[in-house]
């Protein structure tokens, strides 16, 4: 991998995130209809909170859909470190951090902490491949600092397994 390839050259740049205020089961919401596997949180100016990951955001939804209305996300995201990386940070300083801090993505921030993509292990493994297509590279609109509104649901033959 090219020591000089930097961060924004993998990362995508328009991922859906949720406002850290926003329910839980808002949250679960965006993730499904997204088919994002990691959802960013940003707070009220914008800064990056933390990244949910699904397997996550799936036991905190076992509770009852009326408590999960209630529940924000900023509850997830609140007690721990949220480690990003910088859009023109070398992809090998952002796998050296994935691998130490044992995560299988990051959020990808401005100088100033605000949200711009996430570079996830997945889009590593294929640019090492030589199967990145530059999702990064400006294909898509820029990052949701907010969520203006849900994609439309994917038509239940494309969902795969159903889990009652």
Excluded: F
């Amino acid at each position: 991998m090219n020591e000089r390839l930097s961060v924004r050259s993998l990362m995508d740049a328009a991922p859906y995130s949720i406002g850290d205020d926003e329910s839980v089961l808002m949250a679960w919401e965006v993730m499904e209809r997204s088919e994002q596997p990691h959802l960013p949180v940003v707070r009220g100016d914008g800064c990056c909170a933390g990244l949910l990951d699904r397997a996550e955001l799936a036991v905190a939804c076992a509770a009852a859909a009326a408590t999960l209305s209630r529940r924000k996300v900023r509850e997830l995201v609140h007690a721990r470190r949220t480690v990003t990386v910088h859009p023109e940070e070398s992809v090998l300083r952002a796998a050296a951090v994935m691998t130490e801090e044992h995560l299988d993505a990051l959020p990808v921030t401005d100088p100033r902490g605000r949200l711009v993509g996430v570079l996830t292990a997945r889009d590593y493994v294929a640019a090492a491949a030589g199967l990145h297509t530059g999702a990064g590279s400006g294909s898509r609109s820029p990052a949701r600092a907010t969520l203006d509104g849900l994609p439309p649901r994917r038509p239940a033959r494309q969902r795969g397994i159903v889990i009652p």
